[in-house]
């Protein structure tokens, strides 16, 4: 009789282990964010300074050189975001053009970002969610 019960606790044991396992994988997975959306931590400080350095100027011209400023940011941009998901994340080449090509978008356009929910994604995407947890001082 002993020796049944210890081969169905040894039995659920193993289903135990099994579900714990099971269970912290999908916790992970749905805890990580995808690798695909993922910029590297240049490639989001790209994207917020040359939307602030390109239109922090716009103002001061009037608003005449908004077109060139808007193509400028945007060329910029991508081509920077570009080379640093191709070379610092080794990303393909199509994620890594995929990728310069939005930051591009989001960067010529004349508003600035950084307070916005786009810019909120860029900085998390780019790695800022090691300090989520962080408290701040007063």
Same mark, same amino acid.
């Given at each position: ?6 081969? /169905? ?5 193993? /289903?135990?282990?099994? =579900?714990? /396992?099971?269970?912290?994988? @999908? =916790?992970?997975?749905?805890?990580? *964010?995808?690798?695909? !959306?993922?910029?590297?931590? +240049?490639?989001?400080?790209? +994207? ?9 100027? =716009? ?7 908004? *077109?060139?400023?808007?193509?400028? $940011?945007?060329?910029? =941009?991508?081509?920077? +975001? ?7 994340? @080794? ?5 890594? !053009? $995929? ?7 989001? $960067?010529?356009? *004349? ?19 090691? !300090?989520?947890?962080? @408290?701040?001082?007063?």
């Amino acid at each position: 009789m002993s020796d049944q019960f210890e081969q /169905k606790v040894e039995v659920l044991a193993q /289903k135990d282990e099994s =579900t714990e /396992k099971v269970s912290s994988n @999908k =916790t992970s997975r749905i805890s990580e *964010p995808s690798a695909r !959306f993922r910029l590297h931590p +240049v490639s989001g400080l790209l +994207v917020i300074l040359m939307d602030t350095l390109f239109f922090g100027g =716009t103002v001061a011209s009037g608003g005449w050189a908004l *077109p060139l400023m808007c193509f400028l $940011a945007f060329s910029v =941009t991508s081509f920077g +975001v570009f080379l640093s998901q191709k070379f610092l994340s @080794k990303d393909r080449i199509g994620a890594s !053009f $995929a990728k310069g090509f939005l930051a591009g978008i989001l $960067a010529g356009v *004349p508003t600035p970002i950084s307070g916005t929910v786009f810019g909120s994604f860029v900085l998390l995407s780019a790695g800022l969610r090691p !300090f989520r947890n962080r @408290k701040l001082k007063p």
